[in-house]
């Protein structure tokens, strides 16, 4: 967003942007951790933005400039989540399917499902990246953030992904240190109760997730189930928001994918980041040179193997990873 114009201010426009704007993309990995959409998160970026330069005339100094734009990005946050659902992904809802023969539910639009964030909009600056490494936006940790209440994630983010002190997090949320530790312990319980979230997956090295990746999208190319075989773990998931139905196990993933998705020249794939893990943009062929915009797949890697593929079919996630919604082929 440009600084706006053409208001009287007690700074200059170029003072605030320049104390502002390197917060930006930690701001918006914040706001993706509360909101699970990158959409949604960019909008409320914007709005704090909007909201801080017409009230930097009247800051004062008492906390810090990143502190005080916390403050506001996440009373924006809470005040969105008063009339937003939960985005959950398909195994939050349902128990998965060992079997591919099993009838594939229709996409259902009526549920606002979690979405993928590039890694390319958060930058290097997110404290996430020092205090709990890629764990503040592995895919696994955003979905488990899901299960809390609006409070309960913000109070979680701030003090264990952001290390804010409690009260750090008591002002920013206009509470009490009793309440933030309660609303803490209330957020780590619930999550405990929600079974362990990948938050120490160990992944190759980068040249060998480099062999990984071109394997896999060699292998979906030219729709080799063989090949696919070798990527996967045993006990592999796959999961296809907006589709509730879900598998669990190499030999219904496969099934699946050969049965229903796999055809020769069909896809195109590019390699790219999303949750601070490996992930595939996806177009589909369209006729003739064309190949449309379909989706991202993020892919949890333990060791050299796939141990889950997320695929979010949705097209409109195409243009936030960089690429266009058309390819020529």
């Known amino acids: 967003m440009a600084v706006p114009r053409g208001a009287a ?22 706001c993706y951790r509360l909101l699970g959409s990158i959409h949604d998160a960019e909008d409320l970026v914007q709005e704090t933005y909007l909201r801080a330069w017409r009230g930097y005339g009247r800051f004062e100094g008492r906390s810090s400039v990143r502190r005080w734009l916390y403050k506001i990005a996440t009373m924006a946050c809470l005040t969105a989540l008063e009339t937003r659902s939960r985005r959950p992904l398909p195994s939050r809802l349902g128990a998965p399917s060992d079997d591919h023969r099993v009838a594939v539910a229709d996409r259902d639009p009526s549920v ?24 503040g936006v592995r895919l696994a940790f955003i979905a488990a953030l899901q299960l809390l209440s ?10 264990d992904v952001l290390a804010f002190r409690t009260t750090e997090v008591a002002e920013i949320l206009d509470t009490t240190a009793a309440a933030v530790d309660s609303a803490l312990r209330r957020a780590r319980a619930r999550l405990a109760e929600a079974g362990p979230v990948e938050d120490d997956v160990a992944e190759p090295d980068e040249g060998a997730l480099r062999e990984l990746l071109d ?4 292998a979906f190319t030219r729709a080799d189930a063989g090949a696919l075989v070798e990527l996967l773990r045993a006990d592999v998931e796959m999961e296809m928001p907006p589709i509730p139905t879900w598998f669990t196990g190499r030999q219904a993933v496969i099934g699946f994918l050969s049965g229903r998705v796999l055809r020769s020249d069909l896809w195109r794939m590019v390699p ?28 949890t ?13 949705e097209p409109s996630l195409v243009p936030a990873f960089g690429l266009e919604a058309t390819l020529t082929v």
């Open 9 to 30: 201010v007690m700074t200059s426009d170029s003072d605030f942007a320049t104390l502002a704007e390197p917060y930006r993309p930690e701001l918006l990995a914040h």
């Open 112 to 135: 606002p499902w979690l979405q993928p964030a590039p890694d390319s909009l958060f930058g290097a600056g997110d404290p996430a990246t020092v205090v709990a490494g890629r764990t």
């Open 150 to 159: 609006a409070r309960q994630r913000a109070v979680l983010t701030l003090r």
């Open 215 to 218: 394997r896999y999208v060699d």
């Open 272 to 299: 790219t980041r999303a949750n601070g893990q490996p992930a595939l943009v996806v177009h589909k062929h369209a006729g003739g040179a064309l190949y449309e915009a379909y989706g991202v797949q993020v892919l």
């Open 301 to 313: 890697l333990i060791g050299a193997r796939i141990a889950r593929i997320t695929a979010f079919n």
